[in-house]
């Protein structure tokens, strides 16, 4: 939620109130000290960082460099160089119609300098919030240098002004985003001649627009993000760039299970979708994400996006719902019958090494009934389930499938003695049918992956039905 905007509208009134110009990477060190010394969350949402990326990066922030976030898709570099808004000031004064936000007490461009000499103690101000300092650019190849740092505007010639008149260009991203921070996405891909006119940027903080005698000296932050498969292979970053970057961070994926089950509840939409994801079945798509990463058959340059595990569970969630619709189920809870839709949901987003041509669904299949047997063996494995077992001893069946509903499962289950100790070490304190049955279910495939069950498909689409049996 913002302050109200400040009061002043004129230099006068700014300098009466005391107020004290800091520059860009001066602000982002006192507040970063600031909360460092209240303990206050510097980096909201962030998971998984806070004792190896974090300190990197505070101590680049405390430093004053301008730096490269390295590291595989995925991984969060973007969202953590927008939480660095946060750490600006919540507002901050400039010339009233600047197009490159000068500061009141010192204008750089022609326009606010003739201004300032004119108004004196009368030049307008107007105010930005933080959130209104960011820029970014995706590196495309495409990507052109008056993009970036600015180019002539030929309106305004034809407005009647000379070619040698500065006033007649148009700036760029960069300029625009003076007293700001400004990201580019995925550097290396930006063609090299293009990294050439950061170079000043970095170390003079000025630009330099085709032949005007400009010289623009620029207050910003600037942070680069770049694959670590890009920055070999496919494009590179000219080695004067990276010397003139102050540091360059690696980032990771989750190293800890809790915090990749801590992204995904963080991260999917569940609660927009309105169907209830059981922590269990959160698990199962947690450890899916891990096995996959870790798999000699996935290409481990490319990485395994964090998106893996978010769609994942998105899709066990969209299961439900599409189950609750086509059944009349009034509350849409997930099963382990909607965790097999996920494979050719999720197939596009893993690169597989070229020796496993034609495996891919087979591995991924493979790869979540070890993440499904993993997490079983974790909540149920010590668990007392005869009581479920009796149910088999005689010979009998049961069908489940994504179709069945939740009440129509209990009747063909049955009573079952300690279904509520079942639930307790599933995490559930609910009650409902739909929760019930996710519980017996899991239970049912744990049963079967154990071997303790066997388990026939009617079908190999997810709309099948499976028989469990002994």
């Known amino acids: 939620m913002r302050d109200s905007t400040p ?3 004129t230099l006068g009134e700014l300098r009466a109130n005391g107020h004290v110009h800091r520059p860009v990477k001066a602000e982002l060190r006192n507040n970063l000290l600031a909360r460092l010394r209240s303990g206050e969350p510097r980096f909201p949402g962030i998971v998984g960082f ?4 974090l300190p990197h990066l505070e101590r680049a922030l405390l430093a004053g460099h301008d730096l490269v976030l390295l590291g595989e898709r995925g991984q969060g570099k973007t969202r953590l160089i927008r939480t660095l808004v946060g750490l600006l000031d919540e507002w ?3 010339i009233d119609g600047c197009e490159i936000n000068d500061h009141p007490y010192e204008p750089v461009c022609v326009r606010c300098r003739r201004l300032a000499a004119e108004l004196g103690d009368g030049l307008p101000i107007a105010w930005r919030h933080r959130d209104e300092r960011f820029g970014e650019k995706l590196a495309t190849p495409d990507t052109s240098v008056g993009d970036l740092i600015g180019d002539i505007d030929p309106i305004k010639v034809a407005e009647g002004r000379t070619l040698g008149d500065p006033e007649t260009v148009h700036f760029g991203l960069v300029p625009r985003t003076n007293r700001g921070i400004f990201s580019i996405n995925e550097l290396p891909d930006l063609a090299e001649r293009i990294q050439v006119a950061l170079l000043n940027v970095l170390e003079e903080r000025d630009i330099q627009v085709r032949g005007y005698a400009l010289r623009l000296p620029l207050d910003v932050l600037l942070v680069a993000s770049a694959n670590p498969e890009d920055y070999t ?4 970053i000219i080695t004067p760039l990276k010397d003139r970057f102050g540091a360059e961070i690696r980032t990771h994926y989750p190293l800890a299970l809790e915090d990749e089950l801590d992204l995904v509840r963080q991260e999917a939409d569940l609660a927009d979708l309105g169907a209830e994801v ?3 079945l959160i698990e199962v798509i947690g450890r899916f994400t891990r096995l996959v990463r870790d798999s000699t058959a996935v290409d481990s340059r490319s990485g395994v996006s964090a998106r893996f595990a978010i769609a994942g569970a998105e ?9 609750a619709a086509l059944t009349g189920e009034q509350q849409p809870v997930a099963r382990v019958c909607d965790l097999p839709a996920v494979v050719p949901t999720l197939l596009g987003k893993v690169e597989f090494e070229v020796s496993e041509e034609g495996r891919e669904q087979e591995v991924l299949e493979h790869l979540l009934r070890r993440a499904t047997a993993e997490t079983y063996r974790r909540s149920l494995g010590p668990a007392d389930l005869s009581g479920l077992l009796d149910r088999f001893d005689a010979g009998e069946s049961v069908d489940s499938g994504e179709l069945v509903p939740a009440t129509e499962l209990l009747k063909r289950v049955g009573q079952v003695p300690g279904l509520a100790k079942i639930m307790e070490r599933l995490g559930m304190s609910g009650e409902s049918p739909g929760q019930a049955a996710a519980a017996l279910e899991f239970a049912l495939e744990g049963l079967f992956l154990t071997r303790r069950l066997s388990k026939e498909v009617s079908s190999p ?4 039905t ?3 049996r002994t």
């Open 315 to 323: 899709t066990v969630a969209a299961g439900a719902l599409r189950r």
């Open 233 to 236: 292979n496919r494009g590179r």
């Open 461 to 464: 689409g997810p709309d099948g």
């Open 7 to 9: 009061r002043e509208t």
């Open 92 to 94: 901050t004064p400039v």
């Open 50 to 53: 806070d004792d190896t990326v």
């Open 278 to 280: 059981p922590g269990h």
């Open 466 to 468: 499976a028989t469990y």
